[in-house]
């Protein structure tokens, strides 16, 4: 528990020191991201080390948006101002993008004769 | 002062009751969910806001208070990303061999994402900075705020807006993916979590667990996306 914490940490950590010394828009996280694939490939024993601990946090992934998500009292002003067309801008586009980027996927791997 | 004021001050200074509250919100949304055989209209995420909201209203707490307890939660979302890179390894070599079709569903995607929202809150009257806020939510919110910041949104009208974008993606994937007959785990889970990030994840996990995997890697891959292009396009259009 302790090592695989310290591994994930310590991967958001060089990815936040990254991100922040080269000015990369990238944000720090996404970097760790990376970086832990690229250690899990190098060091073998890694990905049996780390899997555990991930798969706890990942479980409960919906739980860390909640947070953010509460944000929406401080901004109920503009909720009430603007909401139709914010509720309209997020269904629409949400939908549009999930469909299109599922068209999309299914045409390009059809090209590639895949039959799916 | 009476003892309850008393006892509510020293409540309000620490972080233990707001953390509490977050943690039994949540276990009420995730039971409701259990209880509602995991329909994707009783959405724990959706359910625990809503809970907390009112609880601060209903108490007059401001979210700055309310935050000093929950950033506890908050802060796992940084080493919870770092970990989306266990089943991205885990399924490589499905990766591997769809890395056209990903690619090119991450760009679609995307970039459909940012101006449709944008497009559609235009056409509803939405302006100036709320309607700049609405350009980065299908990225993970971590990024999404970051991008906010830079070009000129309001990050916490952001986050509402990343929240509710994956929540609206958990609940209407299924469903529209069920009539467009698309099949394709990859393709499902991949276009998920590009349009929905990690709410979009979480219920694509729910669902099957190589659509979860490439759900994460198209959360991943638009988080990237996203940081990159959504300062050009915003410079673009305002």
Redesign the interface.
């Known amino acids: 528990m302790i090592w695989p914490?310290a591994i994930?940490?310590g991967?958001?950590l060089a990815?936040e020191v990254c991100s922040r010394a080269l000015g990369l828009?990238?944000?720090?996280?996404?970097i760790?991201?990376?970086?832990?694939?690229v250690l899990?490939?190098l060091f073998r024993p890694l990905?049996g080390k780390?899997?555990p601990?991930?798969?706890v946090?990942?479980?409960n992934?919906?739980?860390?948006?909640?947070?953010?998500?509460?944000?929406?009292?401080?901004?109920l002003d503009?909720?009430a101002?603007?909401g139709?067309?914010?509720l309209?801008?997020?269904?629409?586009?949400?939908?549009?993008?999930?469909?299109?980027?599922?068209?999309?996927?299914?045409?390009?791997?059809r090209a590639?004769g895949?039959r799916? | 002062m009476s003892d309850f004021t008393r006892l509510w001050i020293y409540l309000q200074q620490g972080p233990l009751l707001w953390l509490t509250v977050?943690?039994l919100?949540?276990g009420i949304g995730d039971f409701l969910f259990l209880r509602a055989k995991r329909s994707p209209w009783v959405n724990?995420?959706?359910v625990?806001?809503v809970l907390?909201?009112v609880a601060?209203?209903g108490t007059g707490t401001?979210?700055e208070t309310?935050?000093q307890g929950?950033?506890f939660?908050?802060f796992?979302?940084?080493?919870?990303?770092?970990?989306?890179?266990?089943?991205?390894?885990?399924n490589?070599r499905h990766v591997r061999s769809?890395l056209?079709?990903?690619t090119?569903?991450?760009a679609?995607?995307?970039l459909?994402?940012m101006l449709?929202?944008?497009g559609?809150?235009w056409l509803?009257?939405?302006r100036g900075e709320?309607l700049v806020s609405?350009l980065p939510?299908?990225a993970t919110?971590?990024?999404a705020?970051?991008?906010a910041e830079?070009i000129g949104g309001?990050p916490?009208?952001t986050?509402?807006?990343?929240?509710?974008?994956?929540i609206?993606?958990a609940v209407?994937?299924t469903p529209?993916?069920n009539a467009?007959g698309?099949?394709?785990w990859?393709?499902?889970g991949?276009?998920?979590g590009?349009?929905?990030h990690?709410?979009g994840?979480?219920r694509a996990?729910q669902v099957n667990d190589t659509a979860g995997a490439f759900a994460?890697i198209?959360m991943?891959l638009n988080?990237?996306l996203t940081?990159?292009l959504a300062?050009i396009v915003a410079h673009w259009l305002f």
Request: overall charge positive.
């Open positions: 914490l994930l940490l991967c958001q990815g828009p990238v944000p720090g996280p996404v760790g991201m990376v970086l832990l694939l899990m490939a990905p780390v899997t601990t991930a798969q946090i990942l479980g992934l919906s739980l860390l948006f909640v947070p953010a998500g509460v944000g929406i009292v401080s901004q503009k909720v101002q603007y139709f067309g914010l309209a801008a997020l269904l629409g586009s949400t939908v549009l993008a999930l469909a299109a980027g599922v068209a999309t996927f299914r045409l390009v791997a590639m895949d799916a | 977050t943690l919100a949540y724990p995420v959706l625990a806001v907390i909201s601060l209203v401001d979210y309310y935050f929950a950033q939660v908050h796992l979302l940084g080493p919870a990303t770092v970990a989306l890179a266990v089943p991205l390894f885990a490589l769809a056209l079709p990903m090119a569903a991450l679609v995607g995307s459909v994402a449709s929202a944008v559609i809150g509803c009257g939405v709320v609405l939510k299908s919110s971590p990024v705020l970051g991008v830079t309001v916490a009208l986050a509402a807006m990343v929240i509710l974008t994956g609206i993606g209407v994937v529209l993916y467009m698309v099949t394709d990859r393709a499902r991949f276009a998920t590009v349009a929905a990690g709410i994840t979480a996990f994460g198209g991943g988080a990237l940081a990159l300062p």
